[in-house]
Structures are given as structure tokens and as C-alpha cells.
């Protein structure tokens, strides 16, 4: 099987050379590198030449950053497709083979995994690890979601069900996995280890005003997808896990 990888970028020369390298180095043989750039003014798009791994790129204006997914997507060719953001790279030259040893079960068609946030100019010091745990129906109620970066899913799924709601400017993507997970029951598995390690400063965690923003876009993405959940229960259980992603620290590996 092949799997595609998407990168969106616009103006990212400082990041993207980590990102391409973690992508280029991969152990698994079938991959093909998707570069969507939003007509980029630096020298991001001479960074991405520079990789000859990269089969696919695109560099033109766009509505933003999920505009630019959805045509990551139309442009994939792979079985299995999963994005990694140009400022975020690989944890390890293993990480896509042991994503793709999931789909190997014909019945799988989704799996997620852990990350962890860094320091934007020091990628060693983690600042917060995403701990994340089997999907059980309600989760999402509960202020729970898989981190996007390590979230792959088959190419069928998003033929069946649709990409990203351009409606949403910062939680599209966890009203994607909401959608597809929730509402459509796709079967997804859990990889329990750190696949994606990525630099904090990211648009949502930007500042304080986003973090509210884009709760009330999930709040938003609750009633298109005509769940329920209790405010209470949704509240607390987003702060006690966000918390927890601030104290607890990966296991040595």
C-alpha cells in the first residue's frame, strides 16, 4: 500500500527543511510527499526543491490552511493518507512503517497515536506530551481528541465522507475526526507511542483568544453533528486532560 503524506505551508523556510528531512529518511518504501504551499514569499518553496523525495507540490493562493488540505487530499494518490505541518516532523525513520503494519487489517480504516510539543527553537525540550488512549463513543463529549498530526486515514474514507469544513477557521480538523469517528463509527485504531513531534506556536495554541475560539468552534461542530454534550462534563474533562498533558512526561524510551 501506498501511503501520502501532506505538508501545507505559507512562508515556513525557518521550519520545513525538519519537516521534509523527517519525511525523506522514512524506513517505509511507498510514500509520496504532497507539498501544498499557499504562494509562500520566502524561500520555503526553494527548501522543497531541494528534496527530491517530494513527488507532488502546488504553490498558489488558497482560502487557508484547510482550503489547502482538501487539495492535499484531491491530490493524493495513496491508500492511506495522513498530514504532517511544516513545522512538525517524524519522531523517528519508523514512524510511517509502523502506521502503515496497522492498515495491514483490511478492517482498519483509521489510526491515531501520541505527540509531543517542543520548544519552537529547541526541539529537544518537550514542553507538553499528548497522551492519548483507545477511542470508546462519547469521548469527544468530553473534551477528548486524537492529536491531527498523527491522525491517518484511508483515502476512502474521505471519498465517502467528505474533508474539511471550510465553515470552521481553527477546529476543522476535530470536526473532522468528530465527524468520522462519532457520527460515522469508522473503525480506527490507536497506536500507543510517539509518532509526531511538533514546535509549539501552532494557531491554535498561538494564544489564549484562539484556545477560546476554537472551543467554541467545537461547541459549533457539537450541534452540526447533532451530538449532546454536558458543558460541565466537556469543561472539565478538556482541562483536566490538557492539564495532565503539562505534568505527565513520555516514558524513556
Known sequence: ????????CYNSASTIKDTLQSVATQTYPLVE????DGASKDQTMAIVRQFPHVAVTVSEPDRGIYDAMNKGIRLATGDVIGFINADDFYADDEALASVMRVFEDPMVEACYAELCYVKQNDTNSIVRYWRSSEFQPGLFLRGWSPAHPTFFVRKSVYERFGGFDLSYKIAADTELMMRFLEVHKIRTRFVPRILVTMRMGGTTNRSVSNVIKQNLEVWRAFRKNRLSPSIFLFVVGKFFSRTAQFLVRPPPA
Do not use: A, D, L, R
Not at 510527499?33 to 501544498?36: A, D, I, K, L, S
Open 1 to 8: 500500500m501506498k501511503i501520502s503524506i501532506i505538508t501545507v
Open 33 to 36: 510527499h504532497v507539498v501544498v
